[in-house]
């Protein structure tokens, strides 16, 4: 049973472009988070998508957008990128109605140049 | 691999000791509370949870502590090994009407010396 994973590992880009990761939830899990971690800080809570629908989202602008699938991935989507959004970027995913633990996938680390 | 916790609170303890890596909580209403570990290069790995409605629970070599009126949770590791060389994260769920959002603290090092 494959947990959590996303892609791609690594990715580097410049100021003002745009980037999308992606993440497959743990199997038989409906509900994904994604988090920012910035070097030597704790996760930071980006949003939540379930049933395809955005249902709670943190202190992040507008430039963060995401989508969620019929089949339960989803992506990330950032907007004219800023040095500061260099960070690993994380996906975790928690079955709805069922346990209230949160399994996290590996992350994606971005470097914006 | 990745450098997590470059600045972070470190804890350093003797092989086979014990661990008490601490957490203040922000949000007295929060119901939920998760301990990850990560470490260098992966993701947070889950360790234990707790709800409000619990003082304690304990897993394998590991128990939680909560103590509402202070809103402090602890994570205890007994038997420290050195694959529990790690940042430590305790996170709280402060979603509201049944849904969930995590909100995680700053993190501690723990160092195992052999």
């Known amino acids: 049973d494959a947990g959590v994973t996303q892609s791609p590992t690594h990715l580097i880009k410049t100021r003002g472009q745009q980037v999308t990761l992606r993440c497959s939830p743990k199997?038989?899990?409906?509900?994904v988070s994604w988090y920012q971690q910035a070097l030597g800080q704790g996760p930071q809570f980006i949003f939540q998508y379930y049933e395809e629908e955005e249902r709670q989202r943190g202190n992040f602008p507008d430039r963060f957008s995401g989508h969620q699938f019929p089949n339960y991935s989803s992506e990330l989507n950032v907007n004219a990128l800023l040095l500061g959004d260099s960070a690993l970027y994380l996906c975790a995913s928690r079955p709805e109605g069922g346990t209230d633990t949160q399994y996290f996938g590996p992350g994606t680390r971005l470097t914006v140049l | 691999g990745e450098s997590v916790g470059l600045h972070l609170p470190t804890l350093s303890v003797q092989e086979g000791d014990n661990s008490i890596i601490n957490c203040a909580y922000s949000n007295s209403a929060s119901d939920y509370f998760i301990w990850y570990k990560q470490e260098s290069g992966k993701g947070p790995q889950f360790i234990i949870d707790i709800r409000s409605n619990m003082d304690k629970r304990q897993g394998q070599r590991v128990t939680v502590l909560l103590n509402k009126t202070v809103k402090h949770l602890s994570l205890q590791i007994a038997a420290t090994q050195p694959g529990d060389s790690a940042v430590y994260f305790c996170a709280e769920n402060m979603g509201t009407s049944g849904t969930y959002k995590y909100i995680f603290g700053t993190g501690t090092r723990l160092k195992v010396l052999a």
């Open positions: 199997s038989g899990h409906d509900t």
